[in-house]
Each structure stands twice: as structure tokens, then as C-alpha cells.
């Protein structure tokens, strides 16, 4: 897949097939992550894998629509430092992140949802992070559920182009 079509075909998808992702590919998708480019080259990040099917369970819970997770393969949560310096850098650095992980698994044939976390305190209960680090966004992976009736159907529109390019000026 080049990188164009991979971008025009990802989408979110929330059903998974209860497919296993192997070692090797996880690895991949986790390696697309750490080689996402950063401001000041800062690499801002950490990244929890979690593939425990009772914590992804937990997991699913920790924000008000994460449901998705609790069926994933794979879940990652990207931490982010807890500074009021640099704050967005970071949140726009663990964005990156975040689609390079997206893409590397779009590639495998893994699909992927993002999640974002509202109950930061009870992840760290659970995964034991520092207290100076924040899983804004956790992203679940999976092959896609076959049966899911939304798959392929790419249902996240976009506006058109002519709406939000502007050429040279507003
Ligand atoms: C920062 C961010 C947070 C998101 N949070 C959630 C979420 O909590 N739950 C969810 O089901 N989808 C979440 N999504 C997925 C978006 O709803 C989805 O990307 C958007 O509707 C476009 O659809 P598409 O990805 O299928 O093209 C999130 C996406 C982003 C980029």
C-alpha cells in the first residue's frame, strides 16, 4: 500500500475479530510510533501496549466512549508529559504519533480507533505510570470484524476541499 492510498482508505473502525496481532507486527506498529518526528526532535512520549484482554477491558472504561477497546487485540495508550510547558507541542507531537502508529497498522490490514481518555488518574491505577505523565488518547488495533456492517463504508465524511483550502490568503 503506498502512503497516498493509505490515507485515503484508513478509517476508524471499532469492531474487531477476536484475531490475535502478532509479536512482529506489534512491534512494527509500536516502531512507526518512536519514529514519528517531533518539535525539537523532543520524542515526548511513551507508549503502554497493553494486549491483556482483562485490562482492556478496564481500559474500555476510561473514557465516555472507548467501548471499542474492550474487543481490540492491542491497545495503546501515548503518554504525554504533564507540564504546563510546551503543552500543546506535546499534545500536537502525540498526535504525529498517533498517526504514524495508525498508518503502520493500516498497512498490516489492523484497523484502529483513537480514544480519548477522561479518567487519566484511574489508567494510572491501573497501568502504574508516573504521576508527571497523561494518556490523553489511547488508540485501539484489531483486524476488523467482518461482520461489522459499517466496515468499508468509510463513514467519517470530510468536508470538501474547496471549504477548507484557501489559497495565499483567507
Ligand atoms: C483526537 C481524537 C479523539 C478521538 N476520540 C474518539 C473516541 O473517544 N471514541 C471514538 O469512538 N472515536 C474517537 N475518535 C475517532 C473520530 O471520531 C474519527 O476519527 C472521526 O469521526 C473521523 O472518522 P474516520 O476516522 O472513520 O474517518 C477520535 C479521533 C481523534 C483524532
Not at 467501548?67 to 504525529?96: K, M, Y
Amino acid at each position: 500500500m503506498d502512503i497516498w492510498e493509505g490515507i485515503r482508505t484508513k478509517h476508524s473502525i471499532r469492531a474487531f475479530a477476536q484475531t490475535p496481532i502478532a509479536e512482529g507486527e506489534a512491534r512494527q506498529i509500536l516502531d512507526a510510533g518512536r519514529r514519528a518526528p517531533s518539535g525539537f526532535n523532543a520524542q515526548p512520549w511513551y507508549f503502554i501496549a497493553v494486549r491483556d484482554r482483562a485490562m482492556l477491558h478496564e481500559l474500555s472504561t476510561i473514557g465516555r466512549s472507548t467501548r471499542h477497546v474492550a474487543g481490540a487485540a492491542l491497545c495503546v495508550l501515548i503518554l504525554s508529559p504533564d507540564r504546563e510547558t510546551n503543552f500543546w507541542r506535546n499534545l500536537f507531537d502525540a498526535g504525529q504519533a498517533a498517526t504514524y502508529l495508525m498508518l503502520a497498522a493500516h498497512e498490516l490490514g489492523i484497523a484502529s480507533c483513537p480514544g480519548t481518555v477522561y479518567e487519566p488518574v484511574r489508567a494510572r491505577d491501573l497501568l502504574g505510570f508516573p504521576d508527571d505523565w497523561k494518556p490523553y488518547i489511547l488508540i485501539s488495533f484489531g483486524y476488523p470484524d467482518p461482520a461489522d456492517p459499517r466496515l468499508g463504508t468509510g463513514k467519517g465524511g470530510r468536508k470538501p476541499f474547496e471549504e477548507v483550502v484557501r489559497w495565499e490568503k483567507w
